[in-house]
T-cell receptor
Framework: SAVISQKPSRDICQRGTSLTIQCQVD?????MFWYRQQPGQSLTLIAT?????????ESGFVIDKFPISRPNLTFSTLTVSNMSPEDSSIYLC???????????FGPGTRLTVL | AQSVTQLGSHVSVSEGALVLLRCNYS??????LFWYVQYPNQGLQLLLK??????LVKGINGFEAEFKKSETSFHLTKPSAHMSDAAEYFC????????????FGKGTRLSVIA
């Protein structure tokens, strides 16, 4: 399996500011995924982060708003920029460990924007 | 493109009763199917997965699901509900065995009544 940690676990931020969320995995993985879970909703994929290349964003998500870094095979960051209350969500990272044929999820970062 | 439909945003059962959570998928190719559980204020935990082996899949905590290609369904069941089963359940699909993001259903909240 894969053990994934995220920092911070939760935060309350003011509108107009930015927050960087860290995701650390205990093993090397090729792909990391970032999802958003808005209150009472399902998970929506924000982007796929492949080490050594630009992240691939889903429709409705742009790099200026959600810049992602992937400096190595065990770490990634997602920044939520110029936040508004609509960005209040849980942000989760996940990895696909192909040998297990399943995705593992981090515990999530619960973000509240005032 | 693949999609997942979960019938019923909220299901309520009595303790000891059968749990049935419905999931139908749409995919142009043979899918990989997953059920995840999310307990309050926690991340996602994999319950079980279908990866083209046996059509009846047994998971953790006494849950199982049956893949029915003719019905494009992957319903989750448990013979006897426990209070600890109260959580949000998500069905998800992917079309590759690895390094592919998941498409999630909207989720079903399971309540268990004593």
């Amino acid at each position: 399996s894969a053990v994934i940690s995220q920092k911070p676990s939760r935060d309350i931020c003011q509108r107009g500011t930015s927050l960087t969320i860290q995701c650390q995995v205990d093993s090397q993985v090729t792909m990391m995924f970032w999802y958003r879970q808005q209150p009472g909703q399902s998970l929506t994929l924000i982007a796929t982060a492949n080490q050594g290349s630009e992240a691939t964003y889903e429709s409705g998500f742009v790099i200026d708003k959600f810049p992602i870094s992937r400096p190595n095979l065990t770490f990634s960051t997602l920044t939520v920029s110029n936040m508004s209350p609509e960005d209040s969500s849980i942000y989760l990272c996940s990895v696909d460990v192909s040998s297990y044929n399943e995705q593992f999820f981090g515990p999530g970062t619960r973000l509240t924007v005032l | 493109a693949q999609s997942v439909t979960q019938l019923g945003s909220h299901v309520s059962v009595s303790e000891g009763a059968l749990v049935l959570l419905r999931c139908n998928y749409s995919s142009s190719v043979p899918p990989y199917l997953f059920w995840y559980v999310q307990y309050p204020n926690q991340g996602l935990q994999l319950l079980l997965k279908y990866t083209s082996a046996a059509t009846l899949v047994k998971g953790i905590n006494g849950f199982e699901a049956e893949f029915k290609k003719s019905e494009t369904s992957f319903h989750l069941t448990k013979p006897s509900a426990h209070m600890s089963d109260a959580a949000e359940y998500f069905c998800a699909v992917s079309v590759f065995s690895g390094n592919t993001p998941l498409v999630f259903g909207k989720g079903t909240r399971l309540s268990v009544i004593a």
